[in-house]
């Protein structure tokens, strides 16, 4: 910019002296200084969990919310895209399950409603391919599930570990247990 300002005075001063009238369009064009020279696209905004990924994150975000919701397979989800004109791989979603669902768990569990204060919880045992497990749940007062454990024994530590996590990923408001 400071050289152009330079140019244009340099110009206009040996105009002057010379008293010949200068047409400052030409001097640009012959110079050089109205010709663009090819930029880099600006980067598009976006979120940085998306860098380095060669599909549009609406693309992205459509593929693993049918599969988390509708639970398609992944080559459902292939079949799908191709009817919109989106040639994906079965592996690629498969590997954007994997990498996003946990960020987008994280992301979407801001938005949850809060667990209660006040938890119960069930014990039961089930059969699984002919072994006995013991399934541990708690609910709280709306029946909104706080955390699910399944063992294979029924022991004291199963049932501490149990606890230990429930409390550890849904703290109650004043931090302690009634």
């Keep these: 910019m400071v050289l152009l300002m ?69 080559r459902d989800l292939v079949a799908m895209m191709a009817e919109r004109g989106v040639e994906v791989s079965h592996t690629t979603i498969l590997r954007w399950v994997v990498r996003y669902v946990p960020e987008f768990d994280k992301r979407w569990c801001r938005y949850a409603r809060r667990i209660g204060s006040s938890w119960r919880v069930d014990e039961t045992y089930i059969s699984i391919r002919g072994k006995w497990h013991y399934l541990y749940r708690a609910v709280d007062k709306q029946n909104k599930t706080v955390d699910v454990l399944l063992r294979r024994d029924r022991a004291i530590t199963a049932a501490q570990a149990f606890f230990r996590r429930a409390l550890a990923t849904n703290p109650t408001r004043d931090g302690r247990v009634r």
């Design 6 to 74: 330079r140019l244009k005075t340099l110009v206009k001063t040996v105009a002057v002296m010379a008293k010949v009238p200068v047409d400052l369009r030409t001097v640009h064009v012959e110079f050089g200084l109205f010709r663009r020279e090819p930029r880099m696209a600006k980067p598009i905004a976006r979120d940085p969990m998306y860098r380095r990924r060669s599909f549009d994150a609406d693309i992205i975000e459509l593929c693993v919310r049918w599969y988390i919701t509708y639970r398609l397979s992944y």
